[in-house]
C-alpha cells in the first residue's frame, strides 16, 4: 500500500488506535508479539522499539537478550473484530543495527535480495488448509467436526460455512484479496485461496491468515486447527506452494516456443527444487504429524517427480501459460514457518538455475498405482517417511545450511531433534490398546 509513517500515526489518530502489536517469529513460526499503547507509536516507527530476545524460542543467550523491532510500514492493518488495535510485522535487528540473522524474516530477504541480484522477483501463491472442530462443554478442541460435507458441497450440510464467510470478510478487511473460499474433501476441512504476491508478504499474509481463521473460529464457537493430520483415515491439511519467478516485467517460467510452455529456468527451478527436496522437507514439513500426512492414497505427494496436472507429483505445473505459469509444490503443510519454507525453495531454485540443473523427464502416471518395481525402474525416490529422517536429510545437505545460516539450523534441528525424542519415547494409546493384553 506504500504507507508512510506520517501516514500511520494520520490513521492511527483517525481510527482511534489504542494499541499495536509489533509482530514476528520464532524460528518455529510461532507468531509473538510486543504491544505497545498508541503513545509509543512514533518510537516504534522510528525502529526504537527494544524487547528480550533470550525469551523468544531459538534467538539469544540471556546476555545477548536486548534486540530491536523495525515495522514494515506496509504491513499496517487494524483488526476488524478489535477496532482500537493494530498490527505490524516486523524484522529483528541486533543493538549495533544490523539485521538478526536468527530471524526467519529476515533470512527470507537475503534471499530474495539474491534473487535480485539476478534479475529476479519471486511470487508465490500459497493454498493453506485448515480444519473446524467442535469445543466440548468445558471449551477444550475436540476432533468432532461440525459438518459431513466434502470438496466444494454447498448449503446446511456444511455448517462451517458462515464461520468461513466471517474469515473471508474479516480478511478482506485487512488487505487481503480472496480468490476462493470452499470445503475441502474431507469432514469439517476448509480452504481459503487468496492472491498470490510478491514473497516477503504473502509469507506475511500466511502468518496473520492462520491467526485471523483461529481468530474468528473461536468467535463461532469453534476450534481451527492448522495441524497436518488431526484425523486418522481421511485427507489432511496442506499448504501447496505455487511459484513464478519475474524477469523484466515478465513471467521467467514461460516459454511459447516449448512443448509444455516452459522456459529452461523453468526447468532449472524445478530441477533445484528437486534436488535439494528432502533436506528441505523438515522444514516445509515440521512436526512429527506431518508425516501421518505424507503417505500414500490421501492425495498428499509421497514422491519425488515432476508432472504437468498430475496431481500425484511433488511438483505439478497447472495448465495455466503466460504469466500465470507457475510450479506448484505439493508436500509442504500449514504448520511450517512460511519464511523458512520459501526462502528454501526460491534458494532450492535459483540454485538450479546458477548451475543449469536439468530435471528428470516428467512422470504422467498415477504414482500411487505403480510397484516399487516400477518406481525403482524410473529412478523415482521418496519424501523422508519420519521427522527423524527429514532431520537427517537437512544435516545431509550443505545448502540447507547454508541457505538458513549456522544459527537457525543449529537451533531449529536441535528442536526438532528434542521433538521426535520425546515422541519416540512416549508410550502411545495405540501401544497400550494393542499390546497390554496380549503381551
Keep these: 500500500m506504500g504507507y508512510t509513517k506520517e501516514d500511520i500515526l494520520r490513521i492511527a489518530k483517525e481510527k482511534e488506535i489504542e494499541f499495536v502489536r509489533l509482530q514476528f517469529t520464532d524460528v518455529f513460526g510461532t507468531p509473538k508479539n510486543v504491544a505497545i499503547t498508541v503513545k509509543q507509536l512514533e518510537k516504534a516507527l522510528d525502529g526504537e522499539c527494544m524487547f528480550d530476545g533470550s525469551s523468544i524460542e531459538g534467538f539469544v543467550r540471556i546476555e545477548e537478550s536486548d534486540m530491536y523491532l523495525k515495522p514494515d510500514l506496509d504491513s499496517f492493518a487494524i483488526f476488524p473484530w478489535r477496532n482500537e488495535t493494530a498490527r505490524m510485522m516486523c524484522d529483528v535487528y541486533t543493538t549495533d543495527g544490523t539485521p538478526f540473522m536468527g530471524d526467519p524474516r529476515n533470512i527470507l530477504k537475503k534471499v530474495i535480495k539474491e534473487a535480485e541480484d539476478m534479475g529476479y522477483s ?13 469445543r466440548d462443554e468445558n471449551g477444550n478442541p475436540t476432533t468432532e467436526t461440525a459438518d459431513k460435507a466434502g470438496y466444494f458441497d454447498l448449503g446446511t450440510i456444511d455448517l462451517g460455512e458462515n464461520c468461513r464467510r466471517d474469515i473471508c470478510l474479516a480478511l478482506e478487511k485487512i488487505g487481503f484479496e480472496i480468490e476462493a473460499s470452499h470445503h475441502e474433501c474431507a469432514d469439517g476441512q476448509h480452504e481459503i485461496g487468496f492472491r498470490f504476491g510478491e514473497v516477503l508478504h504473502v509469507a506475511d499474509d ?3 491468515f492462520k491467526y485471523v481463521v483461529k481468530t474468528i473460529a473461536e468467535h463461532h464457537g469453534l476450534h481451527a486447527t492448522f495441524m497436518p493430520k488431526p484425523v486418522y483415515g481421511i485427507c489432511g491439511s496442506g499448504m501447496h506452494t505455487n511459484m513464478s519467478l519475474f524477469k523484466d516485467g515478465k513471467n521467467a517460467f514461460y516459454d511459447p516456443d516449448d512443448e509444455l510452455g516452459l522456459s529452461k529456468d523453468a526447468y532449472s527451478f524445478i530441477a533445484g527444487v528437486m534436488e535439494h527436496i528432502k533436506g528441505i522437507t523438515s522444514f516445509a514439513n515440521p512436526l512429527v504429524n506431518s508425516y501421518k500426512r505424507l503417505v500414500p ?10 508432472s504437468v496436472s498430475n496431481r500425484s507429483s511433488l511438483l505439478r505445473i497447472p495448465s495455466a501459460r503466460g504469466k500465470a505459469t507457475r510450479v506448484e509444490l505439493r508436500s509442504p503443510d500449514p504448520s511450517c514457518n512460511p519464511y523458512l519454507e520459501m526462502a528454501l525453495c526460491l534458494a532450492a531454485g535459483l540454485d538450479g538455475i546458477r548451475r543449469g540443473l536439468k530435471p528428470v523427464e ?3 502416471a498415477n504414482l500411487y ?6 518406481l525403482k525402474a524410473n529412478n523415482i525416490e521418496m519424501l523422508p517417511k519420519s521427522l527423524e529422517e527429514a532431520i537427517n536429510e537437512s544435516i545431509k545437505d550443505p545448502f540447507i545450511k547454508e541457505t538458513v545460516g549456522e544459527h537457525v539450523f543449529e537451533k531449529y534441528i536441535e528442536g526438532k531433534k528434542a521433538e521426535w525424542h520425546s515422541y519416540s519415547t512416549m508410550v502411545s494409546q495405540w501401544e497400550i490398546d494393542r499390546y497390554l493384553i496380549k503381551y
Excluded at 519471486?122 to 467442535?134: A, M, Q, R, W
Excluded at 498405482?369 to 516400477?374: I, N, W
Aim: hydrophobic letters at 35%; glycine letters at 6%; a negative charge.
Design 122 to 134: 519471486f511470487n508465490v501463491g500459497p493454498e493453506c488448509e485448515f480444519f473446524l472442530f467442535k
Design 206 to 208: 500466511v502468518v496473520t
Design 297 to 306: 492414497g490421501y492425495e498428499a505427494p509421497v514422491y519425488i517427480s515432476w
Design 362 to 364: 516428467p512422470t504422467y
Design 369 to 374: 498405482d505403480l510397484s516399487e518395481e516400477e
